[in-house]
């Protein structure tokens, strides 16, 4: 099994709602990531999981929130999102640290935030 | 330091040409670089990938060549058909800090019938 598995695929949300990305991976990778990505533009790293610790947050607003529940679950929390948050949010993961090898990456998450 | 700078932005071919995408980087502490191809409303997906210790790398129809000391690497498409209509996105990373991948800013090709 060579997937990572988001949902939801699309999500409209309004500025007050709060709503969460769901991502999965089963092939025993230790870390996670979660990605931005605007259209015609390359993914955007957002936060980077290692072995369930958040190791990297790219300065991202608080109004983004994630989580790592256990070594194959990663969610983004979302609350008092913006228009401009509008885009694709993609979910990967790798073996780890130190370890060179490819990012796997989910279909993505198309959020809209009207 | 940390950019991967990625040209041309934009690419049109016919069937059966050569496509090439070119890459270059500053940080030399980079050693690990890939090649993702992303297709409208999919995540991208590892092509091909590439060590500094190597030359040249082939698998199917891609390519990658790679200058160490012009610190720069390109992909060739052989014989490119209308299928490999996509964005194509060069990145680089350290191996010791696998987790920081920087991507290039993509190259939207497409290869016409």
């Known amino acids: 099994d060579t997937e990572v598995t988001q949902t939801p695929k699309h999500l409209v949300m309004g500025m007050t709602n709060k709503k969460s990305l769901k991502c999965e991976q089963h092939?025993?990778?230790?870390?996670m990531y979660w990605y931005k990505q605007k259209a015609k533009k390359p993914p955007e790293l957002m936060f980077v999981y290692s072995y369930e610790k958040l190791s990297i947050n790219e300065s991202v607003p608080s109004r983004f929130s994630p989580e790592c529940p256990n070594s194959s679950l990663l969610n983004l929390h979302l609350h008092a999102l913006q228009p401009e948050d509008s885009a694709l949010y993609l979910c990967?993961?790798?073996?780890?640290?130190?370890?060179?090898?490819?990012?796997?990456f989910g279909e993505g998450s198309r959020l809209t935030v009207l | 330091q940390q950019q991967v700078k990625q040209s041309p932005q934009s690419l049109i071919v016919q069937k059966g040409g050569i496509p090439i995408i070119n890459c270059a980087y500053e940080n030399t502490a980079f050693d690990y670089f890939p090649w993702y191809q992303q297709f409208p409303g999919k995540g991208p997906a590892l092509l091909i990938a590439i060590r500094p210790d190597v030359s040249e790398k082939k698998e199917g129809r891609f390519t990658i060549s790679f200058n160490k000391s012009a610190k720069q690497f390109s992909l060739h498409i052989m014989d490119s058909q209308p299928g490999d209509s996509a964005t194509y996105f060069c990145?680089?990373?350290?191996?010791?800090?696998?987790?920081?991948?920087?991507f290039g800013p993509g190259t939207r090709l497409s290869v016409l019938p």
């Open positions: 990967a993961s790798s073996q780890g640290q130190g370890v060179s090898g490819e990012l796997f």
């Open positions: 092939m025993g990778h230790r870390a």
């Open positions: 990145a680089a990373s350290r191996v010791l800090n696998g987790q920081n991948f920087v």
